[in-house]
């Protein structure tokens, strides 16, 4: 089955430019910057969010501090080799980037559109048993790796969090079973323990899922065949 990789991966982002933008890497010429984008959640605390966005896409004061954009692009992930160890890098990829003026954003019809402020779409494949806990308060919660597949026979693992129902769902999904995942991008602090004692605060970056469904592959596969059917 023929992968799109716009639909099985996406999302979209409103939030404020905080910090300056640095430089990332070089690919034929073309250059990568990364900056943080503070996204506000409905508690009051703000989710700040890692954009690997090309020169292409930076105009003057594009990612001047305090900036409120609108960013399309996808959930993306890479491994960092340090300290002899593999590390998983996730950013946001940009591949759309428009300035969000405050006193016309409830006219903007793009961001007004179902209130989106952080949303990400993704659809991929189990790739590690998903793992099923309880906090000590009771809540219960399912940390599940997520497979999604990108061009050039690539793909990005996304760590993902599930809650409640959705979690004690997750944790009887099989390796390799394929579903589609609606959440929002979230960034948490944690402490790094290391063996000789010390410690370094580290900052995770995660899908928290807001639904789960299980995709049949062969109903998948028939509903491609129509669309493609109906578009001859």
């Not at 430089?23 to 990568?32: A, K, L, N, P, T």
């Not at 954009?69 to 998983?88: A, C, P, T």
């Not at 309880?134 to 026979?153: K, W």
């Amino acid at each position: 089955m023929d992968t799109n990789y716009l639909e099985n991966n996406y999302l979209t982002l409103v939030g404020k430019v905080t910090g300056e933008k640095e430089f990332s890497h070089e690919i034929y010429g073309e250059r990568f910057y990364v900056f943080k984008l503070a996204i506000l959640r409905l508690s009051g605390n703000e989710d700040i969010i890692p954009i690997t966005i090309s020169e292409r896409l930076i105009q003057e004061d594009t990612l001047k501090e305090g900036k409120k954009l609108l960013v399309k692009g996808q959930f993306r992930s890479y491994n960092s080799y340090e300290n002899e160890r593999n590390r998983l890098i996730l950013t946001v990829f940009a591949k759309d980037v428009m300035e969000v003026e405050e006193n016309e954003e409830e006219e903007n019809e793009i961001v007004r559109k179902d209130s989106i402020t952080n949303e990400v779409v993704l659809m991929g494949y189990i790739c590690k048993k998903p793992i099923y806990r309880q906090t000590p308060f009771g809540r219960e919660i399912s940390d599940i790796l997520l497979a999604v597949n990108r061009a050039y026979n690539k793909s990005d693992y996304i760590p993902c969090i599930a809650w409640g129902r959705n979690a004690r769902f997750c944790q009887n999904l099989e390796v390799g079973s394929q579903v589609k995942i609606v959440g929002r991008v979230q960034s948490r602090t944690y402490e790094k323990k290391y063996e000789d004692g010390t410690s370094q605060t580290r900052v995770a970056y995660e899908v928290s899922i807001g639904s789960l469904e299980v995709i049949d592959e062969k109903d998948a596969e028939k509903e491609e065949e129509v669309e493609k059917q109906e578009a001859v």
